[in-house]
């Protein structure tokens, strides 16, 4: 099974800290992306990236940045947190194949509270 | 751009009885899926059934089916034989198919159901 890991459950920060969160996939998928899931609003992408050091901002990546210098894992990066991004964040990682379709396999997502 | 809308946040069924769940889409792409994902407790996005948007014929994954109608825009999931396991936040999602895929996914706002015993 394809696993992808988010490094903490639960994260707690203050206003003005540089917060980064991790995510790693063991299955060498090429594509990988960061959503932020707050209540009412879904779940809104934030970065995607499709190869190493390849990325492209999402629908809202105002506040944020990613880095992804090895293809296992693509880090989000506050560089300056808020309270405002106080919310769940939700790493995936995409497979295409011909026999499977499109298939996206996502971590069990990171509780952020800035305080 | 695409929009998807869950209109219902939230829902409740009886054990053993059956549910359906609504989402409504606006697209003027031709190619794309549709998906449904389940949200646990436990915060792990599970994948419950996909549509492929060129297949006519509805989706069914046991107790799960859909009810795609094309020119409608509509996705809905119907849940048969509810059980206390499929207690959890529902998200219909979007992906554009073709030449551009990247594989991004637009979610609907979430319907969260609970199933009562």
């Known amino acids: 099974d394809v696993k992808v890991t988010q490094s903490s459950r639960y994260l707690v920060k203050r206003t003005g800290e540089k917060v980064f969160l991790e995510c790693v996939q063991d299955?060498?998928?090429?594509?990988m992306f960061w959503y932020r899931q707050d209540p009412g609003l879904g779940l809104r992408l934030i970065y995607f990236s499709y190869d190493v050091k390849m990325k492209e901002k999402g629908d809202i990546p105002e506040g944020y940045s990613v880095s992804r210098e090895k293809k296992e894992r693509f880090s989000l990066i506050l560089e300056s947190a808020s309270t405002n991004q106080t919310s769940m964040y939700l790493c995936?990682?995409?497979?295409?194949?011909?026999?499977?379709?499109?298939?996206?396999?996502f971590g069990s997502g990171t509780q952020l509270s800035v305080l | 751009a695409q929009t998807v809308t869950q209109s219902q946040p939230e829902m409740s069924v009886q054990e053993a009885e059956t549910v359906t769940l609504s989402c409504t889409y606006d697209t003027s792409e031709n190619n794309y899926y549709l998906f449904w994902y389940k949200q646990p407790p436990s915060r792990q996005m599970i994948l419950v059934i996909r549509?492929?948007?060129?297949?006519?014929q509805n989706a069914t994954e046991n107790r799960f089916s859909v009810n795609f109608q094309k020119a409608a825009k509509s996705f809905s999931l119907k849940i048969s034989d509810s059980q206390l396991g499929d207690t959890a936040m529902y998200f219909c999602a979007f992906m554009k198919l073709g030449s551009s895929n990247t594989g991004k996914l637009i979610f609907g706002q979430g319907t969260t159901l609970q199933v009562k015993p």
């Open positions: 299955m060498d998928h090429e594509n």
């Open positions: 549509q492929e948007a060129y297949k006519q």
């Open positions: 995936a990682s995409r497979v295409r194949t011909v026999l499977t379709g499109e298939k996206l396999f």
